[in-house]
Structure formats: C-alpha cells, structure tokens
C-alpha cells in the first residue's frame, strides 16, 4: 500500500532562518506531487506541483521554492521566512486518472 | 470571487440529524473533490467525483455539471464527523481550486 510521509510535525523558526520540508511517498512510482498552505482561518492554497523529477511547477510567485531530486521525494525550501509563511504545510500525492489525491499528515510552521 | 464558494461556513447539528453541505464553483472542471479536514490538521480524501452520485458508509456526494454545483450529505450525523469539510475542484491541467471549508461540529 502507499503512504505518504512529511516532517517534520511541528516547527518553530526566527524570521530570516532557512527552510527545508521534505516528503516522502512509499509504494508506487512516478507520482505527482503537490505542496499546498492553509494560512490560519484560510484555505488550501497550491504552491508547487511536480510531474517527474526536475520538474517543478509554481502556482503562486513567493518566498518558497521546491526540488524533486528524487522520484517520491519531493522537497520545500526557503532561503529566508517571513512572518507570512506561517502555516499548515501539506504534502498530497497523486497518479494517471482520475487524479485522486492522498495528503500527508502535514507540517506546522510558526515564524516568529 | 473564490473559484469554489462553500455554504455554510459554520454548521452545528444535534446527533443523528442529516447534514448538507454545498459547494458551486465557477470554472470548467475535470473532477471534484470532497475533502475531511480532522482537529489535528490530516487531510482525508473523501469522494472524487466528475458526475452522479457516490456512497461510501453515511456519506453521500453528489454533482449537477450543469449547475456547477456539489452537495456532501451525511445521514445519521455522529460526533466523530466534527471536522472540517473542503470542496475542491480540479480545473485544466494539474490546477486546483479549494473551497475555505465548511466547519461542523455535531453534538451528543
């Protein structure tokens, strides 16, 4: 079966500092993956999206970056937070049609 | 305007009370998803749907194309369906669109 896996849980980072969240899929191949941000009392938001290794999609210009330097990893960074990028952070994945995707449990980030 | 539009933000229900939540969206779609947001923050793929009606258990979603239009029922509501519920939508390409969510909370 697949799982999908993210960490860390919880973090807490001064503004300026890097980031790095990773996530990890087990049990298929060739996945797409997605990183999306639910701001507090917001919804979800799409901030990247990856098709194949080295190929990163943004859907909104900001302080974030991603890399997929392996096939089920799939990897988000910042060179320096801002209070702004305090959130929810989710990993999902999904594959061919119909396209269902499977979240991760998902990473809090407090910027202070 | 919010691609996807949910109603109603906030619903409180007593236990065993029947549930709709809606969600209508303004774009051309592939699919659309219903989505259980739990306290803790784990995300929880209900339905995917791209026409008719699914069950699964107590749950039922359907969607009028036409209409634009989605509804998430849950019968013989429970506690442990206090959650949050998010539509979404996904548009041309690898695009998606998200609902703010509907927040429920079912009493004993």
């Known amino acids: 079966s697949q799982t999908i896996h993210q960490w860390p849980a919880t973090l807490v980072q001064p503004v300026g500092s890097p980031l790095s969240l990773e996530c990890t899929v087990e049990?298929?191949?060739?996945?797409?993956l997605y990183w999306y941000r639910q701001a507090a009392g917001r919804g979800l938001q799409l901030l990247f999206y990856?098709?194949?290794?080295?190929?990163i999609s943004s859907e909104v210009p900001q302080n974030l970056s991603a890399s997929r330097p392996q096939d089920r990893q799939f990897i988000l960074s910042s060179k320096k937070l801002l209070l702004s990028d305090s959130g929810f952070y989710l990993c999902?994945?999904?594959?061919?049609?119909?396209?269902?995707?499977?979240f991760g449990p998902g990473t809090r980030l407090t910027v202070t | 305007k919010n691609e996807v539009e949910q109603s109603p933000q906030n619903l409180t229900a007593q236990e065993g009370e029947f549930i709709t939540i809606n969600c209508s969206y303004s774009v051309g779609i592939s699919a659309l998803h219903w989505l259980q947001q739990h306290p803790g923050g784990g995300i929880v793929s209900l339905f995917m749907l791209s026409s008719g009606k699914k069950k699964h258990g107590r749950l039922i979603a359907t969607i009028n194309i036409q209409e634009k239009h989605s509804s998430l029922h849950i019968t013989a509501s429970h506690p442990r369906d206090s959650a949050v519920y998010i539509c979404?939508?996904?548009?041309?390409?690898?695009?998606?669109?998200f609902g703010t969510g509907t927040s429920l909370t079912v009493i004993p």
């Open positions: 979404a939508v996904k548009g041309a390409g690898n695009q998606f669109y």
């Open positions: 990856s098709v194949g290794i080295g190929q």
């Open positions: 999902a994945w999904s594959r061919g049609t119909p396209n269902e995707q499977y």
């Open positions: 049990g298929t191949s060739n996945p797409n």
